[in-house]
């Protein structure tokens, strides 16, 4: 829910030169919560049951969204902006997808999101298959969630210094390298956690700077229309998940290869359509995108 709103409100208030930062600064807490509510999770059933689990993080929702709500707000100039200086305009304008390399970057954001995902549901399990034990196949989980925090932070603070769609074609390269390479060859407890540490820092990347490459894009008028394509585009995605598995169960090679596989084609697929994009910029290489 809040993840709209900052979609939203968080171009109001920054410009072009902090977009990124700002991005990179809200995006980095959802590692933090992903670390946050396991340990909590753990700790309360341990001392008061399972059932406390659901009301201990209900009543921690409420009260931090509650405050999140107070602050949340919207800049009224740039809302107007953004509204045609105070009117309406319709909520989505399907239209924008044919502006010029929107139309490819929002498959580069849906081929992305597709795999993105898949290492964070299937570490564990995979974990397990190589003969970790159950805290060491945590601890991937861990691991990978912990380094989004930097990452979030690190690929905010490039863009503003190079640019929003070249630091997405930067950390999208590693995200395929790392997965390629380091997962692939991944057998051992120590190169499996050099795997969640290297992916969690650059796999992130196209969800932290999602709003700010698309308004490079489009444009901030055209913003809202763009930014609710590319939402409903994250909602399709999570369908990737269930294709991986489904290919893995039909698939009679080494078990787990066919999700390596999945993954890395899925990021080379997407970088090679940012790097189109960025082509169809037609700006040099090193001028800030």
Same mark, same amino acid.
């Given at each position: ?9 968080? %171009?109001?208030? +920054? /410009? ?21 509510? %396991? ?5 309360? /059933?341990? =001392? ?15 009260? +931090?969204? @509650? ?8 800049? =009224? ?10 009117? !309406? ?35 564990? @399990? ?23 925090? %930097? ?19 930067? +950390? ?16 051992? +407890? !120590? ?29 901030? !008028? ?25 290919? /893995?169960?039909?698939? =009679?090679? /080494? %078990? ?7 993954? @890395? ?14 082509? =169809? ?9």
């Amino acid at each position: 829910m809040f993840q709209l709103a900052a979609f939203r409100v968080i %171009p109001q208030w +920054f /410009e072009e030169e902090q977009r990124g930062a700002a991005f990179g600064i809200f995006f980095s807490s959802l590692g933090l919560g992903g670390i946050a509510v %396991p340990l909590i999770a753990t700790a309360v /059933e341990s =001392r008061f049951g399972g059932p406390w689990i659901f009301r201990i993080l209900a009543i921690s929702a409420f009260v +931090f969204g @509650s405050i999140t709500c107070i602050f949340i707000t919207s800049n =009224r100039q740039a809302a107007d902006q953004l509204n045609g200086d105070g009117g !309406e305009k319709k909520a989505t304008d399907l239209s924008v997808i044919k502006t010029r390399n929107m139309g490819l970057y929002v498959t580069a954001i849906f081929i992305q999101t597709c795999v993105q995902i898949i290492p964070n549901m299937f570490l564990p @399990s995979y974990a397990k298959y190589i003969g970790l034990k159950p805290w060491q196949a945590n601890m991937t989980t861990v691991v990978l969630l912990g380094m989004t925090i %930097p990452g979030a932070l690190l690929a905010g603070v490039l863009a503003d210094r190079l640019g929003c769609l070249n630091t997405v074609i930067m +950390f999208t390269a590693m995200a395929a390298l790392t997965t390629s390479t380091i997962w692939t060859f991944a057998y051992t +407890f !120590e190169a499996l956690e050099a795997y969640c540490a290297v992916y969690g820092l650059f796999a992130n990347v196209m969800l932290t700077l999602n709003a700010p490459v698309v308004i490079s894009i489009v444009g901030i !008028e055209r913003y809202p229309s763009a930014i609710s394509l590319v939402l409903l585009t994250n909602l399709l995605s999570a369908f990737g998940p269930t294709a991986a598995s489904g290919i /893995e169960g039909i698939s =009679r090679i /080494e %078990p787990y290869l066919s999700y390596k596989v999945f993954v @890395s084609t899925g990021f080379v697929a997407s970088l090679i359509i940012q790097l189109i994009v960025r082509v =169809r910029k037609e700006k040099p290489l090193f001028v800030k995108v």
